[in-house]
């Protein structure tokens, strides 16, 4: 079967025209007024073709210094290394196909009003932030108590104040996380990004954009703190 030649890619026009580096604190990358992924541009200034694509005149090019790359015909050409990344990144990518099909598969559920920001900051002394909290600590506190926590993401679970966490409709965990995970989620939805970029080389990269426009927004406030535009 003939393979398709890639001889160059033009950056994609966009819908809007908000630059990468909106997305990107110091830190990395952020979903909002907190650092989720440690990410930085340059991940999403080098394209991939994805596996199975076949770049023709690649091989004198910097790509042929890049991991995940072997040379392939015609001559002169590279193509991802499949199989190498498949030995080195297994279980990742296991995981990872683990994680997105119980998503995709499990109905979604939109009832846990983003309680999350509020259990981060329940019953603490010592949030982890300098934000003022915007009904305070006892306001906030009552809001946690009259309100079912429900959250099924076990990246923001694990924020939870240690009161806060045993107020969850069910523990959540890292190794139980495929069992958890819904499409309802904003944050199973942004984390889409974190899946393409640690697959590597093997996503192609207008999905890798994708995936990351869509992680960049648009996220609802932080309900329980006070944010204003400097």
Known sequence: MARPRVASRPPRRRAHGRPAGAFFPPGGASGGRFPLYSYKPAVLRRWHPGAGIVLEDAAETSRA???????????????????????????LLAGIVRILRSTAGRAPAFGCFGMHEWAMVYRSSSPRH???????????????EAHELRCTH???????????????????????????????????????????????????????????????????????LTLRSA
């Open 65 to 91: 210094r890049w991991r995940g790359y072997v040379a392939s015909d015609p001559p002169g050409s590279l193509v991802v290394d499949a199989g190498e990344c498949r030995r080195t990144r297994g279980d």
């Open 130 to 144: 300098e934000l003022p909290l915007r009904l305070g600590p006892r306001g906030t506190d009552d809001v946690v």
């Open 154 to 224: 076990f990246d923001a679970y694990r924020f939870f104040t240690p009161d806060a966490a045993p107020r969850n409709r069910e523990p959540l965990s890292r190794r139980t996380q495929a069992d958890h995970e819904q499409p309802g989620c904003l944050h199973a939805g942004m984390d889409l990004y974190k899946w393409a970029v640690k697959a590597g080389p093997l996503v192609p990269g207008d999905l890798l954009l994708d995936t990351f426009e869509h992680a960049r927004g648009p996220h609802p406030r932080h309900a329980g």
